[in-house]
């Protein structure tokens, strides 16, 4: 759980006994020097009178509160009460002390750094500054990124839980309680009618984006960490568990049953815990651990002392704003096809794919360039001065398109097409691997018009930014790029695109083009992209995908038993392999920046929000992380800590 | 075509003109030193009198033959028949020449080495060294690897062709005429009938084995040169066309419908061209370039130059015999799941999957592996003292099962389980991207008993074999990997199941344990390979479509593009990459043996029946290339060419 190797071992500590069982004026007991929930600078502790330290822990019988021992032995108290002070000056960090009383005689058993709550460690890390016990960089070291990002989520509260039906994958944090809907549309409808609703799904697609929208949560049958629920529900900040193969969902009947044969039936409440995968029946409570004081406070000082520059992974003006608010340096990652799903759009962008000739096409491009020129607007006028890293439309085309027979007569007759032709067109473009297949800069090559209309979107949107008075900075990225030619190619259309918008305007507008780095191609031939491209973002998603071969959308049958078996000691998906695909990442950067001075590399996969991995990016000398909005706190402390601990 | 690249550019000569359309006794003409069609060692010709050398080429005019000339000018023809001896003998190669006569005077204008068809290519060779005029080795510079496959399959007659329909890619070479039929059962009732037929689909799968084993050639819709269509045609020897997408397939119709409007219905007669790619309705004419005695020697003196190692791609004892036959040093290659495929097997093996506890799975295993010790025994028997690499079961096991409704109720009999419950199943392996999902070890990982069934049944047909007097030389070859870690869990499952058969038997059989190097990740980390394994094959088809994200199945929808684009030079999948796919390959072959020495090195994609990348294998110092068993001469020669061009 907190990766540390078995091979370590643990050590051994040989000392003299001595008895809190003797007599009634000894006992033993557990004292904080702070509290360990809150952080509260209030030394905190509990004992038990003629007991032994394994009676206290193995909570047969109820320990009294530490006053009662100032009650009962004062000189005692007195003792421990200095020694704990003493020991948290000397330590410079909250201690957990064992204590043993023989015979009215005081011992130290042991001390240590005491656990402590993210609420806590973060408190006592702020105060111990003040207090001028530490300084701000060991403060930095004192929060765990993990508990960063748990502090910005409401939580299921742990002494609550109760009725645990199944468990899943924790894929997004936080607690939800709602009534399960079985489809998007179910969630939207139950949402507008004033229901707080979980969405179980067996998988989600980007068809399921305006149910994700609205559920309180998401729990789905299959799918790992970063499969297509967990990565947009992260993104969203909605809590979500994934994998929860111990439910079987019947979409038809509306239900879906546990392992244990109970069968949780639409409209049902349930509560799920996105930090442990747990789902619960009923309404559990949950607790706010609210931004504080001390959290801003922290973050400030991780600004001060971090290299790595933190941007976000977003499309919206909400996560683009949401982005700004938690400190993002602006957007790594405007994944352009999200743009495309709105309900008032996608039968624009099918109407684009079907098309049958030229003149039809290009009548739904312009309807398109209309709302990406509103979007990208948008998205300047909220990162005013900051760049934006555009990519290009990556997912295949089919992925747009209608598959259920209702969903196809609903687009026939909104865009008079022929159900037959739709239907032909669905088979047409059906792929067997997807994931390897036409898409990214694959679709500008077949589709070079599509790329010309996102380009056009994006000038024209940064003429009128700049004409209202903002700094638009747009970079327009290139997906799944395997060579220079492509680049090169892609480069021109983009060339195109942008003069015929500079025509009809006279402001010049900087922007940047470059690549992302998520073939293993990409990376063995780095060198030669050097020369066409002014920075490189690294898709470790796509580029674990395929060094391992592992699809995330199906590795969740294997990664399992492949973490059971210990034949991985991470799932790649969720912490960056430094061995593999760490080798490409050096290699590419070493080689390119040999040939170019001045390339910015960035990361923008799942791991720009893994605080190991964006360690490990520190290290490499990369120029940003880039990740979902909510994940940016934590980015910056772990940013901060990896050129502390480097230092 | 030819793979010379657009920047080499050409030369030009200049020089004086002389006028062959001056008068009746001036003339120009064409002559070659030996036959260009047949390699007959007879000077041959044409001329045309009063008359350009354009007139001879543009073909307005029809040429006189080369006697003509004699008849009409002797000392003019002596003076040609003199000096096309003198320039075959100084250029030391078959001579395509061009001259004109200007009022009885003589020019040579241009004398070249004469392009020829294949079966010329090697008589020519062959001859000149018997006639002193080259080397054994020069002989077999002469000859293009190409030309030698196409020496080995009947062709369509050149001279014959008409009616063309459609073109495809030019999956398998050789020509074939046959009824349509539109699916593999249709292909073995017919066939059972007596017709001959063209098996025509959007693409194959494994399920359509039978009808491919039956049918004159194949014909389909979808699929690029690496295709399962193309893959197994070439492994068959079958004709076969892939990518025909000019050609829409409608099963239900029974049709095939050509861009044009054409409509070939199921019994019409077509015949295709594998060479050409070309589809032509009624029954062309083929020409049989049969194997000869020029050719043997040929090849023999291609085992006497060469280094690298010829190995078979092979599971059947037809196509092992038909390897053994063709030259083959081993097997390379061994699929075992095509061992299950057959209409006696897949059942077993669907109703194996399908189990639901531990003793059903193990009733199907103990079947599945009587089957498959027979099949290993047979081929040990033909492989007597050569090695047999033998892949663990590798593709995903959804790939075993029905899908149509028909196939699962008939599955429903003969099993005994409820259509349901094979439906959830066939749904619950369902994969998103099955090249990058639950295959190759990873089956190892999840269903060990699997491997332990195949390891038995491997050793225990070993055992029966030395019992025979043969030399069983089984090598296990690790499908998939990853890292070092699949490795050592799988061969402490290979070692539980060659015990549990030894336990049963005394006599002790050499084996080897070794890796398909086919993710880039294995590739990256091969350091960490070597210590487990003895061998590395590399599977540079899987490792192609991950390390470009190219979707074998898929990439027919954008390679065309790119090919067109100039962004790729050579579809990768038909030639090695040598740079990126290459550097991959050095550093494994780098990293391994500097950790230990002897590991043997081979390849086993479809690149080990490319000349190009064979010759490149040479030079990367492989072992072995494993190839189809029609390619095996092919491999031959571009073996002996590459050790002779680098010496």
Redo the contacts between chains.
Sequence with gaps: MNNIPESLGTAVNVQAMVFGNFSDDSGSGVAFTRNPSTGEKLFFGEVLFNAAGEDVVAGIRTPESIEALQARMPEVYQQLFDTQAMLEKHYRDMQDIEFTIQEGRFFILQTRSGKRTGRASIKIAVDMVKEKLITEKEALLRVSPEHVEAFLHPMVDPEAKQDLVATGLPASPGGATGAVVFSAEEAVEETAAGKKVILVRRETTPEDIHGMKVAQGILTELGGMTSHAAVVARGMGVCAITGCNKLTIDYSAGTATTDSGHVIKRGDIITIDGIAGEVMLGDIPKIMASSSDDFQILLSWADKYRKLQVRANAETPEDAAKAIELGAEGIGLCRTEHMFFAADRIDIMRGMILSENRTEREGYLEKLEQFQHDDFLALFRIMDGKPITIRLLDPPLHEFLPHSPEDIKLLSDHIGKPVSMIEAAVSDLQ????????R?C?LS??HPEITEMQVRAIMSAAIAATEEGCHPLPEIMIP?V??V??IR?ISEIIDRGIHSVMKEKTLSIRYKIGTMM????AC??ADRLAADVEFMSFGTN?LT???????R???G??IP??LT????EMDPFVSL?Q??IG??MKMAIKDSSKKKKGIKYGICGEHGGDPRSIKYCHKLGLDYVSCSPFRIPVARIAAAQANVEEA
């Design positions: 792929e067997v691997n997807p994931m390897l297949g036409l990214g694959r090559v077949v799944l395997v060579n030619r492509e190619m998520e073939t293993p191609r063995l031939g796509d995908q395929m060094t391992y071969g592992f699809s959308d199906d590795a049958k294997f038993a492949y078996n210990k034949l991985i392999d061995r593999a080798k490409l």
